[in-house]
């Protein structure tokens, strides 16, 4: 009797099996008509000063409309540093866009349609729930990859909480990555997927494709949808992400609790903290074990735990007060620390064009990460090759602290002392800097091949 039964199911088995292709096959259709009339592509002109000279690059990506009146989202590396935005909508339209506002944390940018002169129909993307996303679950990666418009790539979800160290960077040089997990899937993202959207089977996006792995196949990534959801309204209602910071770095205590006496699941472990910051003011330090904040338990025993400890700290408002019960030397201390403002991670930059390279102004993150004593002069953001400043030994990361002995106190005051330098047609400088401690002198002649440059554009 049970053979008969089995053969029976055995027989049946084809047939169910061509019965399920065909509903996946037909949900895909739906979810993908639910969503393509609201995808965008994104044809921006970026600035990027990184090569020592200002090039004006044109670049591709994606964007999903969100809202009725044009707003679009996409990624902050698409359109964080665009001068001009062009946009392809469904009707094949072209309409011009400007940046409403970005974070680079998260790699999200808000842009805006001008419709003014627009006649079609508007269509806007219904987002989902990143949090009921399950392993396994198919899912529709939609965008513009290598400028091949309107494309459709199908997978699973490999994983919904991956990780990314804060030591990854976006091409325009800010950190990324802190405050969130990442959407991993088979399904195919390569670049000009970037901003496009991540769609399950019933049409609703779940994440915003940002990352393609050069180092193996099928393994993309995409912003979990229920931080695009934050970062949007902030940018909506505010023009920016705003955020807290004491200054804490830390690591998953995996393995390690036995060495710091803590129990299984429980606190986190400080492995640094940043000079003058609000954390060594109330003289936290490494090697405390945060176990509370504000009364609540925390714990971060594995690194995919650490955005959400961060993201904690990061959600009190500017100059609140904060309570850490922490775990020092088998004593447990309570620490009462003041939140500070996150400030601009990066500066804005400034093209020498007549000596070869590019600077940027020194902001306070930047101050910080790079251990500096404070943000006066101005970094190399790039050097160009075979420039004199390249003969010279001048180096990206280099802070230029005075040129032909004026010190440097700002950007300002160094655009101002080279164009002083370019009106009076001098042919050399001495630039004084700072390179991992030491003072270095690097002289530059100028190029009158490469034309000067008086003012920031």
Known sequence: MRRTIFVTLLAALPAWSGVMAVSVQQEIFIARDKVMPALVHIQPVIKNYNTGELEKQAVIGSGIVFHVDGYVVTNYHVAGKAERILCTLSDREIVPAEFVGGDPLTDIAVIKLDLDEYQGKISVAEFGDSDSVSVGQYVIAMGSPLALSRSVSVGVVSTKDRYFSSDVRLPSGERTGQYNLWIQTDAAINPGNSGGPLVDLYGKVIGIN???????????????????????????????????????????????????????????????????????????????????????????????????????????????????????????????????????????????????????????????ENQLDDTSGVMVAGVKAVSTADEGGLRRGDVVRKVDRQDVESLAGFIDIYNNLTSMNAEKALLTIRRGGATRFVPVRVDRRMGETTDES
């Open 210 to 368: 940002s990352r393609a792995t050069m180092f193996a196949n099928n393994i993309g990534f995409a912003i979990p949808i229920n931080i695009v959801k934050e970062v949007t309204r902030a940018i909506l209602t505010g023009g920016k992400v705003t955020r807290s910071w004491i200054g804490l770095h830390c690591q998953a205590l995996q393995e390690l609790e036995g060495y710091f006496g803590t129990n299984l699941n429980a606190g986190v472990l400080i492995s640094s903290i940043d000079p003058g910051s609000p954390a060594e003011k109330s003289f936290l330090r490494a090697g405390d074990v945060v176990l509370e904040v504000d009364g609540n338990p925390v714990s971060a025993r594995f690194v995919e735990e650490l955005p959400a400890f961060y993201s904690l700290i990061a959600d009190h408002e500017p100059g609140a007060e904060i309570s850490l019960k922490v775990l020092r030397d088998e004593e447990h201390y309570t620490f009462k620390v003041i939140t500070k403002q996150l400030g601009e991670l990066q500066g804005e930059d400034f093209e020498c064009k007549g000596w070869g390279f590019t600077v940027k102004a020194i902001t306070k993150q930047m101050q910080i």
